[in-house]
């Protein structure tokens, strides 16, 4: 057996527009808010979602004031209890098929398969570990001593060189395994350039398995 053979094999899902077939942020705020108050909140928000579609304001930046107006001060058990409703009730309607054949291909395989997302953790993992998943790597939001949200991330927002600083965190020196990545979208351009195997935009199927 080769030494390419012996390595283990990862595979890496972004979340969004990848396992999904949509963003998933607004849908989980409509989740949380309901239509009045999304209205209400989003509006505030326009001059930097305008600044982020013309890329003026970064999507870290966007994405954090994003949940500042919505999350800031709420209970960490509220947003848990809301996150697991959203990942159970509403994440399966939203998942692509292609993608959760692809899942079940590499678990056949015996690969190991993770999820690396600049969504929130607390709906990703959920459904992710339901799914079958390995190991989840997304963007954490920040506790305060009161065990309330402060609106903050909690280190930083999982998105393009982040991924990669995330990935070699949980698996350890680049050489140590084979990647297959998947993703749909700038913020993966990094981990679709460290792949061996990368995936933009498009799910194959068994006929076209590597």
């Known amino acids: 057996m080769s030494s390419r053979e012996q390595k283990t094999i990862v595979a890496a899902f972004d979340f969004d527009g990848t396992l999904t077939r949509h963003d998933t942020l607004w849908p989980f705020?409509?989740?949380v808010a309901g239509p009045w108050r999304l209205l209400w909140n989003t509006l505030p928000l326009l001059p930097t979602l305008s600044g982020y579609l013309l890329g003026w304001v970064s999507n870290s930046v966007a994405k954090e004031r994003v949940f500042y107006r919505f999350l800031h001060g709420?209970?960490?058990?509220?947003?848990?209890?809301?996150?697991?409703?959203?990942?159970?009730?509403r994440i399966p309607g939203m998942v692509s098929p292609a993608a959760l054949r692809r899942?079940?291909?590499?678990?056949?395989?015996?690969?190991?398969?993770?999820?690396?997302?600049?969504?929130?953790?607390?709906?990703?993992a959920p459904w992710a570990r339901q799914a079958g998943f390995d190991a989840v790597l997304a963007t954490r939001l920040q506790r305060g001593?009161?065990?309330?949200?402060?609106?903050?991330?909690?280190g930083e927002n999982?998105?393009?060189?982040?991924?990669?600083?995330?990935?070699?965190?949980?698996?350890?020196?680049?050489?140590?395994?084979?990647?297959?990545?998947?993703?749909?979208s700038r913020g993966d351009r990094e981990l679709l350039a460290l792949a061996d195997h990368a995936y933009y935009k498009?799910?194959?199927?068994?006929s076209d398995a590597g």
């Open 29 to 31: 705020l409509l989740h």
């Open 74 to 89: 709420m209970p960490e058990q509220r947003l848990q209890a809301l996150a697991g409703e959203f990942a159970h009730r």
């Open 103 to 124: 899942l079940a291909w590499h678990r056949r395989q015996g690969h190991r398969c993770v999820v690396i997302s600049a969504s929130i953790e607390d709906y990703v």
């Open 145 to 154: 001593a009161d065990a309330r949200l402060t609106g903050c991330y909690d």
């Open 158 to 184: 999982c998105y393009g060189a982040e991924k990669i600083r995330r990935l070699q965190s949980l698996l350890g020196e680049r050489a140590g395994y084979d990647l297959y990545a998947y993703g749909d």
């Open 202 to 206: 498009r799910m194959p199927e068994e």
